[in-house]
């Protein structure tokens, strides 16, 4: 297997794969690894296909350009596999495709990443954190680990017992990835309180108050209990210290592709096989699939200083700046149609993002979604054209077929992603004077069809399969009380849902959108085909 050579094979087998078509990196990589171990600069929390396809990537641009010498740590602080299944066995080195609309691939082995640490029950590994976070070299700490990575708090905004008893632990390692990282940040802070900017590169708004938010509160509850001294809280509200940028950023980078493992074998690449880290569990591999298109824009907020990435695309601006271009793609231009072509598309049996496309309904849905709604409230950033972006997403990317993604992923946990993909365009209609909620006919369907969707029925009236979510035990409670086909059974158990602003962002209620997702929520379960019937009528209407 190609991967799985030595690294010396590697090097003095280039032109194996440079035969198959596959790129190999133009540095020596064990000098970077060995550097970056001595002096690490760059340590990511979420080893997934993201990272791998992306900032992973950027890195050996980077490197590649000779404007850094260094590579990244990457670290998994649960209990994925990811780490000891498609790290260790190939030396850190990845494949990355990128799937072209044209079907073509292009074909690059990664190497910037220089170490890989998994912190599951593993006190040498916690031990190897401390050292690098004493590290007076190590500049950002970045993180890709969804949006329920930083959520300290159960549906009632209370801390979660299983959190709240980790966090009165202390110092001790915790496989919570924010109290993982405010107890690292104690580590810098006694060591020097050494500058660091900790950088989320998560898909939700504000996403670095959200970062701070999390530490913070891990923070102060120490010093309730005594665990830490003032001068912790602190250091981390200091800026000139430590900093949490904003960002945003787009990349598509689905489960790894059974199409792409079966090309890849063709061309003779020996490391094509599709893992599972556990049974049901997502899929990855020694390579990941990914689209052409990306973006990456983050706050200039670095108090040690930074890599040069904006010499390999990525953006550095100003904090309204970044808002703008997070606002326009998260809560407009791409996540949200995102989002409502997975629930719509598990109820009416898709398996890919790129069939629903050529279903006239849903691709109208996305383009009333993003043009006629969503748009009324973005503002042009000037770096991105938000009218570019949404074509780009809706003609070229979401119908691209060699993208397998599947609505099945893509509506994994979204309880957590509803109040920015949503909410956020409902508070600007609720707040300009020359916009009304009321108004809004697309967004609240979606919200019932995401309701619909909590009850494992589809379109046909047929069980179906829910993607895994911290909050549906919390919501099924309600669900379940509501009957296929009996819209009596309603009732007021819709109400503690669309009422909750942990989910929306708001009290749909109070702004009168509450009943009409209610009404809505009311046809789609009448009967079989009524979701179908639904939105073919919302949208020819």
Same mark, same amino acid.
């Given at each position: 297997m190609l991967l799985k050579l030595g690294i010396d094979e590697l090097i003095t087998k280039k032109e194996q794969f440079a035969e198959t078509g596959i790129k190999t990196p133009e540095y020596d990589f064990e000098k970077v690894w060995e550097v970056t171990e001595k002096e690490p600069t760059w340590l990511h929390?979420? /080893?997934?296909?993201?990272?791998? +396809?992306f900032h992973s990537v950027l890195q050996q641009h980077l490197i590649e350009k000779k404007e850094i010498d260094k590579g990244i740590i990457v670290v998994s602080s649960g209990n994925s596999g990811t780490i000891e299944k498609i790290y260790h066995p190939y030396h850190n080195l990845s494949l990355n495709v990128v799937m072209k609309a044209d079907g073509t691939l292009d074909?690059? %082995?990664i190497a910037s990443v220089a170490e890989s640490i998994s912190t599951y029950n593993s006190p040498e590994s916690w031990d190897r954190l401390k050292e690098i976070f004493r590290s007076p070299s190590l500049q950002l700490v970045t993180f890709s680990i969804t949006?329920?990575?930083?959520?300290?708090?159960?549906?009632?905004?209370?801390?979660?017992?299983? %959190?709240?008893?980790?966090?009165?632990?202390?110092? *001790?390692?915790?496989?919570?990835? *924010?109290?993982?990282? +405010?107890a690292l940040l104690y580590e810098r802070y006694q060591s020097g309180k050494v500058p660091l900017a900790l950088v989320s590169t998560d898909n939700f708004s504000h996403n670095g108050d959200k970062l701070k938010e999390a530490v913070l509160t891990v923070a102060s509850m120490w010093k309730e209990i005594g665990v830490v001294d003032n001068g912790f809280i602190d250091y981390i509200n200091d800026e000139t210290k430590i900093t949490?940028?904003?960002?945003?950023?787009?990349?598509?980078?689905p489960q790894s592709s059974e199409i792409v493992s079966e090309k890849l074998t063709e061309l003779g690449f020996g490391s094509a096989e599709i893992i599972y880290t556990r049974p049901n /569990?997502? +899929?990855? &591999?020694?390579? %990941?699939? !990914?689209?052409?298109?990306?973006y990456l824009v983050i706050e200039d907020r670095f108090p040690n200083g930074r890599p040069s990435l904006e010499k390999v695309g990525v953006y550095f601006t100003k904090r309204e700046v970044v808002d703008q271009v997070e606002r326009m793609k998260v809560c407009t231009c791409l996540n949200p149609l995102h989002t409502a072509l997975a629930i719509f598309g598990c109820l009416l049996d898709y398996t890919s993002i790129a069939d629903e496309m050529r279903d006239k309904d849903l691709k109208a849905l996305v383009e009333k979604l993003g043009y006629d709604e969503g748009m009324k409230t %973005? @503002?042009?950033? /000037?770096?991105?054209?938000p009218i570019q972006f949404i074509k780009e997403v809706i003609e070229v990317r979401f119908p691209n077929p060699n993208i397998p993604d599947t609505p099945q992923r893509i509506a994994t946990d979204t309880s957590q992603k509803l109040g920015i993909r949503f909410g956020e365009t409902i508070k600007r209609y609720v707040e300009r004077e020359d916009l009304n &909620? !009321?108004?809004? @006919?697309?967004?609240p369907l979606t919200i019932a069809a995401w309701c619909r969707y909590l009850m494992g029925i589809?379109? +046909? /009236?047929?069980?179906?399969?829910?993607?895994?979510d911290p909050l549906l035990n919390e919501v099924q409670q309600y669900i379940n009380k509501i009957e296929f086909g009996n819209t009596d059974s309603i009732g007021t158990n819709l109400q503690p849902i669309l009422s909750n602003q942990k989910i929306f962002g708001t009290n749909l209620y109070e702004i009168g959108l509450g009943t009409k997702i209610e009404e809505f929520f009311k046809q789609l379960i009448k009967e079989p085909g009524a979701v179908r019937k639904t939105l073919h009528h919302q949208i020819v209407s």
């Amino acid at each position: 297997m190609l991967l799985k050579l030595g690294i010396d094979e590697l090097i003095t087998k280039k032109e194996q794969f440079a035969e198959t078509g596959i790129k190999t990196p133009e540095y020596d990589f064990e000098k970077v690894w060995e550097v970056t171990e001595k002096e690490p600069t760059w340590l990511h929390f979420g /080893g997934g296909n993201l990272f791998r +396809a992306f900032h992973s990537v950027l890195q050996q641009h980077l490197i590649e350009k000779k404007e850094i010498d260094k590579g990244i740590i990457v670290v998994s602080s649960g209990n994925s596999g990811t780490i000891e299944k498609i790290y260790h066995p190939y030396h850190n080195l990845s494949l990355n495709v990128v799937m072209k609309a044209d079907g073509t691939l292009d074909m690059e %082995v990664i190497a910037s990443v220089a170490e890989s640490i998994s912190t599951y029950n593993s006190p040498e590994s916690w031990d190897r954190l401390k050292e690098i976070f004493r590290s007076p070299s190590l500049q950002l700490v970045t993180f890709s680990i969804t949006e329920k990575g930083y959520d300290l708090r159960d549906l009632n905004g209370e801390i979660r017992e299983s %959190v709240r008893n980790d966090i009165f632990k202390g110092l *001790m390692q915790s496989n919570h990835a *924010m109290i993982m990282v +405010a107890a690292l940040l104690y580590e810098r802070y006694q060591s020097g309180k050494v500058p660091l900017a900790l950088v989320s590169t998560d898909n939700f708004s504000h996403n670095g108050d959200k970062l701070k938010e999390a530490v913070l509160t891990v923070a102060s509850m120490w010093k309730e209990i005594g665990v830490v001294d003032n001068g912790f809280i602190d250091y981390i509200n200091d800026e000139t210290k430590i900093t949490f940028p904003w960002s945003m950023i787009d990349k598509i980078t689905p489960q790894s592709s059974e199409i792409v493992s079966e090309k890849l074998t063709e061309l003779g690449f020996g490391s094509a096989e599709i893992i599972y880290t556990r049974p049901n /569990g997502p +899929a990855i &591999a020694p390579f %990941v699939n !990914t689209e052409e298109s990306e973006y990456l824009v983050i706050e200039d907020r670095f108090p040690n200083g930074r890599p040069s990435l904006e010499k390999v695309g990525v953006y550095f601006t100003k904090r309204e700046v970044v808002d703008q271009v997070e606002r326009m793609k998260v809560c407009t231009c791409l996540n949200p149609l995102h989002t409502a072509l997975a629930i719509f598309g598990c109820l009416l049996d898709y398996t890919s993002i790129a069939d629903e496309m050529r279903d006239k309904d849903l691709k109208a849905l996305v383009e009333k979604l993003g043009y006629d709604e969503g748009m009324k409230t %973005v @503002t042009d950033p /000037g770096i991105i054209d938000p009218i570019q972006f949404i074509k780009e997403v809706i003609e070229v990317r979401f119908p691209n077929p060699n993208i397998p993604d599947t609505p099945q992923r893509i509506a994994t946990d979204t309880s957590q992603k509803l109040g920015i993909r949503f909410g956020e365009t409902i508070k600007r209609y609720v707040e300009r004077e020359d916009l009304n &909620a !009321t108004d809004l @006919t697309f967004i609240p369907l979606t919200i019932a069809a995401w309701c619909r969707y909590l009850m494992g029925i589809n379109d +046909a /009236g047929e069980e179906m399969n829910i993607s895994p979510d911290p909050l549906l035990n919390e919501v099924q409670q309600y669900i379940n009380k509501i009957e296929f086909g009996n819209t009596d059974s309603i009732g007021t158990n819709l109400q503690p849902i669309l009422s909750n602003q942990k989910i929306f962002g708001t009290n749909l209620y109070e702004i009168g959108l509450g009943t009409k997702i209610e009404e809505f929520f009311k046809q789609l379960i009448k009967e079989p085909g009524a979701v179908r019937k639904t939105l073919h009528h919302q949208i020819v209407s």
